[in-house]
């Protein structure tokens, strides 16, 4: 996933029913969850469906908050996410021929449940490792990321390897566990680094994977692309609009500002809407939407300020708007709901049974010599 689509994006529920599954098995009722994503209760009962980016976004943070600091039930889920959890890329992630063909696959769309970014590691032209990058995660968000990513990524490794994958160093930017915690990962790790990484020998890159087929693999890897294309707003004029809003500010979105920052008439742009079978008033409200999802997950920016960027001079239509959008106040959206947005009805509360206290961050264990021999490790960007 990715911010700036969040509210375009569509993906199967999957994710949704994972969480759903554990929350259940904990004793948590997924209610409140459903509700605050603008999701049907009965989804999990029903056929598989698509969720967009900012319903799969708002269940995770409801997940989080009901789990409280339960590493083991992240990791749970994690491990969840097996190759079946993806839909067409599953196909061609399970094809695969070797392990770099997936790993440089699998970053190229974003067609995925997490905001984390996952980057090859490289040293001298051989894939090593990867590095997840979660600073377009919301800090809420980030503990249970790097827990749940890292489950799905080992999980996924060891059904392509047929076996218990080789890694051969893991460090994972996240408190220490307790220990049976530490344990479900199934790898030994370094808490409390600096960065999140997994490493394993330069040979195991390039060694063929249980069930890779180069000619399916590039079958179902078109297939996967045509959808993501489907799936992702790829028309340019609809993103040139969302660019000029941007640029034009609060006060200058109508169609007429518009169509003289992009250099067309207001007659000529009108008519280009027209042939998409969209209006002005609605695109404005969706580009509206996915601004203020942007600047309520990715910045610290008060709510009244995201309010006047967007276009509204009152808090009030503000809130009636977001809540219109997605089914929550923006404060309780973004996770940090207080005493003036208790008593309001968006979100109902959420029960938190058996949260422990947040550990303190740990120091970071002394990493093995592998560390030594990675200082010169390239991370493609």
């Given at each position: ?89 599953g196909l061609a992630l399970i094809t695969a021929p070797t392990l770099k063909d997936l790993v440089k ?277």
């Amino acid at each position: 996933m990715r911010l700036e689509t969040l509210a375009s994006i569509k993906l199967p529920d999957l994710s949704v029913r994972i969480m759903d599954s554990v929350l259940k098995e904990a004793g948590i009722d997924p209610l409140p969850a459903y509700k605050a994503a603008g999701l049907p209760t009965d989804l999990a009962q029903s056929p598989q469906r698509c969720v967009t980016g900012t319903q799969e976004l708002i269940f995770q943070q409801c997940f989080v908050r009901a789990t409280g600091q339960r590493p083991d039930l992240w990791i749970k889920a994690g491990k969840r996410y097996r190759v079946a959890a993806y839909g067409r890329l599953g196909l061609a992630l399970i094809t695969a021929p070797t392990l770099k063909d997936l790993v440089k696959f699998s970053i190229r769309g974003h067609f995925n449940y997490s905001l984390a970014k996952s980057r090859p590691i490289e040293v001298d032209g051989n894939l090593i490792g990867q590095e997840l990058d979660v600073s377009a995660v919301p800090p809420e968000l980030r503990d249970f990321t790097i827990y749940r990513d890292f489950a799905a990524v080992s999980t996924l490794y060891a059904e392509l390897w047929n076996q218990h994958f080789p890694m051969r160093h893991v460090s994972l930017a996240v408190p220490a566990p307790q220990a049976e915690h530490a344990q479900m990962l199934g790898y030994e790790a370094v808490f409390g680094a600096e960065r999140t990484a997994w490493y394993w020998r330069a040979s195991v890159g390039d060694a063929p994977l249980f069930h890779g087929d180069e000619m399916l693999h590039g079958i179902y890897a078109k297939r996967f692309l045509q959808t993501l294309e489907s799936v992702q707003p790829t028309d340019e004029l609809i993103e040139e609009l969302y660019r000029v809003m941007g640029e034009l500010g609060n006060d200058r979105t109508s169609l007429s500002r518009i169509a003289k920052s992009m250099h067309v008439s207001t007659r000529t742009l009108q008519r280009r809407l027209d042939m998409r079978g969209i209006k002005f008033r609605n695109l404005l409200d969706e580009l509206r939407k996915r601004r203020a999802v942007e600047m309520l997950l990715s910045t610290d920016t008060p709510v009244s300020q995201v309010a006047w960027k967007i276009g509204y001079s009152d808090l009030a239509s503000f809130d009636h708007a977001f809540r219109r959008w997605t089914g929550k106040s923006p404060t309780s959206f973004r996770g940090k709901e207080d005493a003036d947005d208790s008593g309001e009805t968006g979100a109902p509360a959420i029960e938190i049974k058996g949260a422990r206290q947040r550990p303190a961050r740990a120091k970071a264990q002394r990493p093995p010599r592998i560390e030594t021999h990675l200082n010169n490790a390239k991370v493609n960007r």
